[in-house]
Each structure stands twice: as C-alpha cells, then as structure tokens.
C-alpha cells in the first residue's frame, strides 16, 4: 500500500511541475503599500547599537519617529536593568530597541510586547486585540525582550507614552532590522488599516538617508542623552537575555540571566499564536505569498505542538506548497499538514483515523485529482503509518475493516495484508 500511495502522489507532482504550477524560487517578504492609510506610519532601520546606523541612536521613539540612546549613570555606581528601564519610562523618549542575539530580539521599553504571527498589518488590524502582557524581567534583564523575531510576522507593542504599534518585520541586515509600523495616537487599540498593494523593501540606505535627515531625538529628561556616549566615558554593561547592552557610566560584568515568564502570561501568549495562526490555515491561499505564509504557519502550529489545531489539520490536508525549493521532494515537503500532523502523534493519528472514518465518496474534474477522496484518503494513512507504524497501522485498518459497513469496506481492504 505504500508504494501504491508514493506512486499516486509522485505522478501527481510530475503533473504540476510539468504543467508550470511551480515555481523553485521561495517566497519574498514584502511590504505593504500604505499611502492610503490615515494613521502615521512608515517604515524603518532598527539599528543594531554599534553599527554605523546607529550614529543617531539605536532606541526608536515611534511619536515623532526618532532615536534615542541608553540612559548613562548619575553617579559612581552602574545602573541596574530596572534602573535603566525607570529612566527610559520616566522620559518616555525610547520604544524599541533589535538586537541580533537569539534570532532577532526586540526589546519593548514598556516590557509589553506580542508576537501576532505571521501576517500583515491590514489583517493584524482587523484581529481583536488585546493590551500585550509584560514580559517579566530581572535585576540583569529588562522586562520585555521578545526573542526569535522572524521575517514577514506582526507584532504589537505598548510605547511608554500608553500608547501602541503594529508593526511587521520585513528584513534583517548587517546593520539591523527594517520594519513597517503603525502606530495609533490616541492610545486605543483600533487601528484601521486599508488592504493596499504591496511592494519591495526599501533598501538600508535609503532608510539611513532619510534618518539622517531627521537626526536623533530630543531627549525629554537629562538622564536619556541625544548622542550616544563618548567611548571615553566609563561604561555599564548589563544583559537581556544574554545581550550585552552598553550605557554611560561605570563598568561591570553581569553573567546572562534567563527568567521564565509567569505561566499564565505564557498561555496567554501561545493562546494567541495559535488561533492567529489557525486563521491563516483555513484561509484560502492565492498568491505565492499566501502560499508561504500558510505553510510557515501550519510549520508554527507543530512546533508550539499544538494538538487542538489536528482537526484543522487535518481538514487541510490537501495543500500544497507549490513553491517548496528542495532537491528531494517528498509527500511532507510538499504537503506540510502532513508533516505537522505527524509530529503532534496520537492526537493527529486519531483525527486523521475519524476523518478516514468518515471521507465522502466524491468525484471531482481530472484536472482537480489533488481534492479527489482517493488522494486525501491517501495522505491520511501517511500520517497514520508515520504515527502508528505500519504494524500497528494495519491493526488499525482491519479493526477498521471488520465493522464497516458493506459499501465502505473496499476503502480498508487495500491496507490490510492479504493471508
């Protein structure tokens, strides 16, 4: 039987790939074209802190869209990371700060920040949001580093001012992080975004002309400075998630502290990754970024390993990522609800065994054989042998087999030896 289903579905692929219903290239992270948006916008270099970007500033204060510096030290003691959260929140100058560690990590100043998944900001303004829990921190952590910033995924952030950003990231480069942000300025969580064309990313350097036209920020308090400090000065180095940040004042040497956030903020927070995610998955995919923005969240469902999204799974199992760039095809490539079954296990094995159970004899056009019962039929025992094995599998088939009904017999009789 399981050469029979390689076989299907390897004559499937030579199809499409003969037809030109793929492409090799992989999906290109574009931005939104917001020229009809009503709210301020634009799009923006996060610089990393010691990069040449970085000359006026590395911390992002999203109401007058410029960049501050790390607060230095009033006295002969180094600061402390709540110390230098309080001076940050107190003069309400700096929002965002990107470091490169861990994948990509933004640092809120406000310490409430959320990961929305992957999608633009149009469709991130239509979800219902909610105020970003804090992300706890400690004595050498400040709270709010969100690590694992990804290409192409939203986010909202509270600023220090209360009010809030959406915003997508659209490129890491040498010198940071592009993105696209909208913020709103009177401190509620609607945003109304327009559904607009997209376009290519705006180039670092066009980026950095145009910042250095701005300048850096007037700081609103003394202890935020408009320049970033004279490597002169004695220095404090303290940690977010293991990121060396360097401010004025004196020097120390802090390890890398990890803290784990509240439990219930985590569940919260996965809560939300999940259904903004399981959106994505049931939404009709269209364009070639569609079509990659669907596999990477149906790829995100099975890493968080979330068992309560099988039955959506498992509903669309047919899709196919037409554009998969790789040198050895296979059924879970191309069909990434497969693969992502089969790493959520016996959960994912007993909704594709119902749903096996319950496939409607339907016929469909020829040129339509990816839909047709037989092919997903097909793609659900490949998950169910990738959970069960195939000893266990066929043990499944023929109990199966013995108490179903006369018309549906012929669809087990296939996967059950033959004495």
């Not at 290519?200 to 920020?217: F, N, Q, R, V």
Request: hydrophobic fraction near 40%; charged fraction near 25%.
């Amino acid at each position: 039987m399981t050469k029979q289903i390689v076989t299907v579905w390897a004559g499937l692929m030579l199809a499409i790939m003969l037809g030109g219903a793929t492409s090799a290239s992989a999906a290109t992270v574009l931005q939104e074209n917001l020229r009809d948006c009503k709210l301020p916008n634009g799009v923006t270099l996060l610089p990393l802190q010691r990069s040449d970007a970085s000359k006026n500033g590395y911390i992002l204060h999203f109401v007058d869209q410029k960049f501050t510096v790390l607060p230095k030290s009033d006295t002969d003691k180094p600061l402390t990371s709540d110390q230098i959260v309080d001076k940050l929140r107190a003069a309400k100058s700096a929002d965002l700060m990107y470091f490169a560690s861990n994948s990509g990590t933004l640092w809120a100043v406000s310490g409430r920040i959320q990961d929305l998944g992957a999608m633009y900001l149009y469709e991130s303004s239509a979800a219902k949001l909610d105020v970003p829990a804090e992300i706890p921190g400690s004595d050498k952590r400040p709270a709010g580093a969100l690590i694992e910033i990804n290409e192409g995924r939203a986010y909202i952030v509270e600023c220090t001012n209360s009010r809030y950003v959406l915003l997508r990231a659209l490129k890491k480069t040498d010198d940071g992080l592009i993105i696209q942000y909208v913020y709103q300025p009177d401190g509620t969580l609607n945003f109304s975004i327009p559904k607009s064309d997209l376009v290519e990313i705006a180039t670092s350097t066009d980026i950095e002309e145009e910042l250095s036209k701005k300048g850096p920020a007037t700081p609103t308090a003394p202890a935020v400075p408009a320049t970033a400090p004279s490597s002169k000065l004695p220095q404090t180095t303290v940690s977010v998630d293991g990121i060396r940040m360097t401010t004025a004042g004196n020097v120390t040497q802090s390890e890398p502290t990890v803290l784990e956030p509240f439990l219930s903020t985590f569940l919260r927070q996965r809560d939300a990754m999940i259904q903004s995610r399981l959106a994505i998955v049931k939404a009709e995919a269209r364009t070639p970024v569609e079509f990659q923005k669907k596999t990477d969240a149906i790829e995100e469902l099975a890493k968080l390993r979330a068992t309560e999204a099988v039955d959506t799974l498992v509903a669309q199992i047919a899709f196919m990522n037409p554009r998969v760039k790789t040198k050895d095809p296979s059924i879970d490539t191309y069909h990434p609800c497969v693969a992502a079954l089969k790493t959520l296990g016996k959960s994912a094995s007993a909704a594709a065994l119902q749903a096996l159970r319950n496939i409607k004899f339907e016929s469909v056009p020829n040129e339509d054989q990816i839909q047709s019962w037989q092919y997903r039929a097909n793609l659900l025992v490949v998950v169910i042998r990738g959970v069960e094995g195939d000893d266990m599998a066929e043990l499944l088939f023929k109990r199966e087999l013995d108490k179903a009904p006369p018309e549906r017999k012929s669809l087990y009789v296939p996967l059950v030896p033959q004495k």
